[in-house]
């Protein structure tokens, strides 16, 4: 039969197993937590960077310069902490154990807290300078009747303090000519001044000035520096006046023409004026602990030396 003769062929079903992916193993959890570490170190590093002292930097790079040296000398920056005993001291003949401090090193960190608090004090004073500068500023700008002479009222802060200056004009001078009686509107604006400054802790230096114009009674002994000197008492009683304590003013002084305001000319009415600095805390210690202290009181001024002045009429 032709069915007998073909043979059944056998069904061959082939399979593929399929094999598991490779295990990849941890090396990326290990690089991955070196780069989180590293980017902390990095941030604590920048934040470390951010919150050290100039002093302490300069002490670090000056360590590793010279090590030896920066370990001998000591000093601020190089690690010395208050929270770390030094073992030795700075007695290098010490050869085990503690030894205390000695006088040098307490000098140095009574100066070094000496300054800090002098930079406080400073940084204070700055503070309520300009306070004090805006407040006599509005002062003027809302009396109407100020507000008119406020070109001639200058007001700025100095190393020294505050300084305020009232010129002299042409068209409205300060004072009659050639002595120290003092005008209406001159005395208007010392009085309000010195209602401005009675709360006011700081010491006052009030100074005279006038310009290089030979007096005309000078040949009588009486001079600049006498007018000058004149005037500014008589400023000062006007602040006295208007409340201001006499024991506020540290000094008045009679300037004649030593320190012009304008030097190009000599004889210009702006270097006519009254000064008064309300002087920060150094520059009044610095004045009171010199030996050369302008006396206060209206019977006695210091008058400092200048060049004679010229023959040009008053």
Known sequence: MAGDSKKLQPIIIKRVKKKGHVAHGGAWKIAYADFVTAMMAFFLLM????????????????????????????????????????????????????????????RTAKKMSGDQTKVEVAKRDAKKLAALSAKIAGVISNNPRLAEFSSQIRLE????GLQIQIVDDQKRPMFDSGSATVKPYMRDILREIGIALLDVENKISLDGHTDRAAYANAARGYSNWELSADRANASRRELTAA???????????????????????????????????????????????????????????VLPQAAAPAKSPS
Do not use: C
């Open 47 to 106: 934040w470390l960077l951010g919150s050290t002292s100039e002093g302490d930097k300069k002490g670090l790079s000056d360590y590793f310069q010279s090590p030896l040296k920066v370990a001998m000398q000591g000093g601020p920056g190089t690690g010395a902490s208050n929270s770390v005993i030094m073992g030795g001291g700075n007695d290098l003949t010490q050869t085990a154990g503690q030894s205390r401090r000695g006088d040098g090193n307490d």
């Open 157 to 160: 802060i100095t190393p020294d």
């Open 243 to 301: 409340g201001m304590p006499e024991d506020k003013l540290a000094r008045v002084v009679g300037m004649a023409s030593s320190t012009l305001l304008d030097p190009a000319n000599p004889l210009s009415p702006s270097n006519r004026r009254i000064s008064i600095l309300v002087m920060t805390r150094e520059a009044e210690e610095r004045l009171l602990s010199s030996r050369h202290i302008p006396v206060e009181g209206e019977g006695e001024t």
